[in-house]
């Protein structure tokens, strides 16, 4: 039992390039959720999903994608990255109300 | 609108006394969760404790326990018998059940130092 899992752990990237972060669990977890960590900030929802086939916005959605085709499954998409989204993105689960079960987090520079 | 506050950027701690760190938060939801995770030099997030809004008695796990505090929405985390492990960043955090499609909210956190 893995838990929730990150894809990739680091990744550098070019102002305009793209890429696809993947976050997978394997406890069966309706909801699933996106964040970024910044310095001073806390954690901020940039969006989420309530069951496979749907998502929603969160508190800071723009300049981000993503997609829940698999249950067990939540991307999240950079499609032209700028040098505001270096951040450390962590992804969640949670079976319900109660508490949510982060990855470890990927930490992004856009440089 | 939802938000947590969390007034203490950083907090000093003897090891083995115990530290209360503050957490305020705001809802129009009337049915919300409270949350607080701890978040080590690591870098991992780990759950520590939960108060469901509607819990007639304060959580307890462990050496942490949740001073809540309705009327005051309040959610103050109390740590006792501090240890060196302890010290991390702190989040509080607050999922709305009915208004916010339960998103979660996150304070700015509190960094604990435990002096030996």
């Known amino acids: 039992n893995a838990g929730v899992t990150q894809t990739p752990k680091f990744r550098v990237l070019k102002t305009g390039q793209s890429m696809t972060l993947l976050c997978a669990q394997d406890m069966n977890h309706e909801y699933m959720y996106w964040y970024r960590q910044d310095p001073g900030m806390g954690l901020r929802l940039i969006h989420y999903s309530v069951g496979e086939g749907t998502t929603a916005k969160g508190e800071v959605p723009d300049g981000y994608n993503v997609s829940r085709l698999k249950k067990q499954n939540f991307l999240l998409g950079l499609e032209s990255a700028a040098p505001s989204q270096t951040s450390v993105y962590f992804c969640?689960?949670?079976?319900?109300?109660?508490?949510?079960?982060f990855g470890p987090g990927t930490r992004l520079t856009v440089t | 609108a939802q938000k947590i506050t969390q007034t203490q950027p950083g907090m000093f701690v003897q090891e083995k006394e115990a530290v209360t760190l503050d957490c305020t938060y705001d809802t129009s939801d009337p049915s919300y969760g409270l949350f607080w995770y701890k978040q080590p030099s690591s870098g991992e997030m780990i759950f520590l404790i939960y108060?469901?809004?509607?819990?007639?008695q304060n959580a307890t796990e462990g050496r942490y326990s949740l001073n809540f505090q309705k009327a005051r929405k309040s959610a103050n985390l109390v740590i006792s018998a501090s240890q060196l492990g302890d010290s991390a960043m702190y989040f509080c955090?607050?999922?709305?059940?009915?208004?916010?499609?339960?998103?979660?909210?996150f304070g700015t956190g509190t960094s604990l130092t435990v002096i030996p």
């Open positions: 108060q469901g809004s509607y819990d007639q």
């Open positions: 955090a607050m999922r709305g059940r009915l208004n916010t499609g339960n998103q979660f909210y």
């Open positions: 969640a689960s949670s079976p319900g109300t109660l508490e949510q079960y």
